[in-house]
């Protein structure tokens, strides 16, 4: 592969990368208090697995 084409990857990575950023700080910025809630939900359920993991030893 030439340095060409290798640097043309590159720089498709790169603007994927910053494109997909921006998208996701306007999404995360959008629904920030429902993956509040989800990331809450997530660990009150982890807490119950892992008691209940614990008193079926």
Do not use: C
Not at 13 to 23: A, D, E, I, N
Not at 40 to 57: D, I, K
């Amino acid at each position: 592969m030439s340095r060409l084409h290798r640097d043309g990857y590159a720089l498709l990575g790169w603007v994927t990368w910053q494109v997909g950023r921006r998208l996701a700080r306007r999404w995360v910025a959008r629904h920030r208090r429902a993956l509040l809630l989800l990331g809450a939900v997530t660990l009150a359920g982890g807490v119950v697995v892992a008691a209940a993991s614990r008193r079926a030893r």
